[in-house]
């Protein structure tokens, strides 16, 4: 879920660091309100989406009338798939430097990353494209938190900050771009972003009611209503897995293979009983040309998950080539039902049965 930049901003100045006057407005009206107050401002398109700058969305005026016609370009625009329907007014600062901060989760060290460069702004991804070595990338250890950072006092103040909120928040993504230094020596947020992990937002009520979270389609919305974690892709291979692992691991398989899969499907954990659910599902999904299950059992028994499967099987069509591979728990009471009640042998190996859909599928 992604915070809008006037509410990350908000965190920030609770926070303690310093973030420019302004207000946020739905109408023209309103922002030649804030104009009126701030003076020289900046009107910024509030979407959840990265380089508004470039897309036109964030425009500077002088005075009211060019601020009410700066807003009325940008009220409207579609910037990252997203319309604009409220902008920020800003007042504007006299910069001198600026500086790039973010806190991300890294994969590759599984754990919070600092990034930091003393060249921020708008054109930050370039700059680290051509030159790589303008971008500070410190891991943090989560057992000892963020320690001494070799930067400026104010700078590393702010970045301490910044860790404690990236902490508290359940955050994924939170960044300053930039962070600028004005003319009288302050630090100051010059824009905030900020990504909540969706599977914390239970413990982030707050934070959930003003967030933005990403739009779903019909079948994610559906997935989600029946407690299944369902992402729909462009794919032909329908795939049904238990446990997030495996099924990335199964898309993964399929990618290699010369495939697309047609969905992201995990029906492990507290999910594993809801197998006739999930098949129904992947099949509503039009574009699925060959179904893949590949189950491997622990906590989840494979013959549960199979029951449930076969109670939704008159929903597959008679021309559906299906491929199953079936390992651990009740596997041999899995297999059994698929022998007997479909008549179709499953693989041994995952890989022949992934193969096998992924021709199918052509």
Request: one cysteine or more.
């Amino acid at each position: 879920m992604n915070l809008l930049e006037h509410a990350g901003k908000a965190l920030l100045d609770a926070a303690g660091i310093a973030i420019p006057r302004g207000i946020a407005c739905h109408t023209v009206e309103e922002v030649a309100a804030a104009a009126n107050e701030l003076g020289a401002c900046v009107i910024k398109a509030q979407v959840p989406a990265g380089r508004r700058g470039k897309a036109g969305g964030i425009r500077f005026a002088d005075a009211i009338e060019e601020a009410v016609q700066a807003a009325g370009r940008i009220f409207g625009m579609s910037i990252g798939g997203h319309v604009v329907g409220e902008v920020l007014v800003e007042q504007q600062l006299d910069i001198v430097e600026e500086i790039y901060v973010a806190i991300l989760n890294d994969p590759e060290t599984k754990g919070p990353l600092l990034l930091y460069s003393a060249e921020g702004g708008m054109e930050i991804e370039d700059l680290v494209a051509d030159r790589p070595e303008t971008l500070l990338r410190l891991p943090i250890d989560i057992r000892e938190g963020m320690g001494l950072v070799p930067l400026e006092r104010g700078v590393a103040q702010i970045i301490h900050t910044l860790y404690l909120l990236f902490i508290e928040a359940d955050a994924e993504l939170l960044e300053i771009n930039p962070l600028v230094r004005t003319a009288d020596g302050h630090l100051v947020a010059l824009d905030c972003k900020l990504s909540i992990d969706d599977a914390a937002l239970r413990r982030q009520p707050d934070l959930h009611e003003i967030g933005v979270r990403e739009e779903r389609s019909a079948l994610e919305e559906r997935g989600r209503a029946a407690g299944l974690r369902y992402i729909e892709l462009d794919g032909e291979v329908g795939i049904l897995a238990n446990g997030a692992g495996l099924a990335m691991t199964t898309m993964d398989a399929v990618t290699h293979y010369g495939g697309r899969p047609a969905n992201f499907l995990e029906i492990g954990g507290e999910a594993y009983t809801k197998g006739r659910e999930a098949l129904s599902l992947v099949l509503a999904n039009g574009n699925v040309r060959s179904l893949l299950v590949n189950f491997c059992g622990a906590f989840a028994r494979t013959d549960v998950m199979m029951a449930g499967l076969l109670e939704a099987w008159e929903e597959v069509p008679d021309d559906m080539p299906v491929f199953f591979t079936i390992h651990g728990t009740g596997d041999e009471e899995a297999i059994a039902m698929v022998r007997e009640r479909l008549g179709i042998e499953p693989f041994e190996l995952m890989d022949d049965a992934v193969v096998a859909a992924v021709e199918a599928a052509r």
